[in-house]
């Protein structure tokens, strides 16, 4: 028998990975979850029908999402991090050698259950003595916090559901607040090609609120289309002025100082829709 | 009726897109092709079952696999492309200013038919006058030249089938008997993700004829994991010692200076593998 999981990644495209084994399958209280076991991916992670990460790619979404902001600021020692459940995020803030507390802060503890059980090249970074681990709704813990982090890190789902209220305006503002006078966030903001309005919007949105703001890109092949981006918000440092200046010396498998500089350099056609053409 | 396209892109993974219509379906004297019409990519071309190109995202690989060899040379006047049937590397090359003249080998005339009956904004470049259209074998004509070209761009189908000559080291020694004293070549070359063993040999071939071989990146969606290797050999000018000095300015989509740079930044796993770590 072939068995394959197929992602209907928008109404014309479709990516079908062979899969081997349903691990898990569980109805949370906020999202529909399953973990499979691929030959192609190794392990996936799906919520809501959307492949979140795979044990195969993972490596370059969390570096990204993670180095980029943290090596961005000179001193990134308290960090938030809202979202990120599978804890490939957090793996990678607690063993940046600056980084003295982390915040994590979760709306759904069964997906970080699903993790520890399945995916522990994932979840490995999340018992880390440096990792406060909450769950609670990520919104309401912003808002609670004021000048008290370096780098806030928002690795959510996609726009849809639990995660729409990440992506507004009034949440960006309060992500500045709890943000030290120098401090900086990054988040993950779904395709370049296929979904450069909503790019646009959350540029306007962080631009009304933050001084400095900037897309990276980096290409994960378990997302539709394959190239993804984030934005980054900062008061303070701007990482296209301002490379950084020292990059611990970690096993990277993606990023590295090179790869940093080279994520902000956008292609043509985002520069043109941007109006940095 | 729902009709899709499915490509298995290797054992584990498929890519499926949403068709209208099947344009045109032949069997050449050197390969299967097809043409459809499908809402998200536009019309795609397929050759052998695999997707060589679609009007939504073709931009990304002809750019980059023209505008970086052409923009390393200061001096590009003549250019030979090696397949490129669709045209959109001959579109891009004849736009250069500076390109005199281009002589294109394509060895099969049925997909040059093909693109110019249903990809008109492929094969827009191939009545330019600046363009010499050959249809025979590429590694023929290179065999025969010796001191002549600036630029050669090997723009071939997968490794396989017709094109597995064309990835050889022994025709590699030909292409740089058929370059000026000062000439390079760019070639596309699979997949960094699936195919890095592929993409080290190839490194080894260039690597034992010239001084300089470079390996650089673009994500190119409708190709497997969308990111993609072009691998460049040149005699003297090394891109990544040397930006290019001027950038002809061109309504580019994809390329620009900055990206012509970032392209050359390679993820730590490709640095790691290929001994630059």
Known sequence: MELWYTEKQNDNLKLSCRVTKTLHVEKTPFQSMAVLET???GRALILDGIVQTTVWDEYIYHEMIA???LNTHP???KVLIIGGGDGGTAREVVRHPMVQAAVMVEIDERVVAASRAFLPELSSGLDDPKLDLRFED???????CENEYDVIIIDSTDPVGPAVGL???GFYRKVHK?????GLFAAQTESPLFDLN?????NDDVGAVFPIVRQYLACVPS???GLWSFTMGSKKFDPVLTPPASVPELPYRYYNKSIHLAAFMLPQFMQDFLGRG
């Open 223 to 225: 997302y539709p289309g």
């Open 75 to 77: 001193s990134p020692k």
């Open 167 to 169: 992506f507004s305006g």
């Open 178 to 182: 709890a943000l030290k006078e120098d």
């Open 198 to 202: 909503f790019i646009a919007r959350i």
């Open 138 to 144: 990520g919104i309401k813990h912003v808002e609670a």
């Open 39 to 41: 030959p192609g991916f």
């Open 67 to 69: 180095h980029v902001p």
